[in-house]
């Protein structure tokens, strides 16, 4: 089949890839409805400095892309060539909790139809790469 099942497909945006940026909200759309894509990349840049022993102080910069089709780089209709954001956050690791991660992404580089205003993510415990 041509069509790739919703759950195979790739999405940007959210805590773990583009934290300016709504959850699954980078990428290919049908009607401002993420439908996700076959090829992304990503890259993150995160520095930390302690605070207090469990706390630490965080500057961070993320940018990546999603392709509708799959081993191809060309762009949607209405995308741009990449986004990307830049923002603060706090980590606090709590003995036998795990670490706690506060941050606060605004976006740089937007497509059209992304939501432009800054946002904050928040977790919990150890968080596996996408």
């Known amino acids: ?21 709504r959850y699954r909200d980078v990428g290919p759309k049908d009607q401002d409805e993420p439908i996700g894509g076959g ?3 990503t890259g993150t840049v995160e520095y ?18 999603v392709y509708p089709d799959a081993w191809s ?13 830049w923002g603060v956050g706090l980590r606090l690791n709590i003995p036998h909790l795990g670490p706690l991660r506060l941050d606060y992404g605004i976006p740089i ?3 059209p139809d992304n939501d432009s205003n800054g946002r904050f993510q928040f977790s919990v415990g150890y968080q596996r790469p996408f």
């Open 1 to 21: 089949s041509d069509r790739v099942p919703l759950f195979d497909r790739w999405f940007l945006g959210g805590l773990n890839s583009l934290r300016g940026f």
């Open 39 to 41: 090829t992304y990349w």
């Open 48 to 65: 930390s400095l302690p605070i207090i022993e469990m706390l630490r102080f965080a500057v961070f910069y993320d940018i990546g892309m």
């Open 73 to 85: 780089f060309r762009q949607a209709p209405g995308t741009g060539t990449y986004n990307d954001n």
């Open 109 to 111: 580089t937007t497509d």
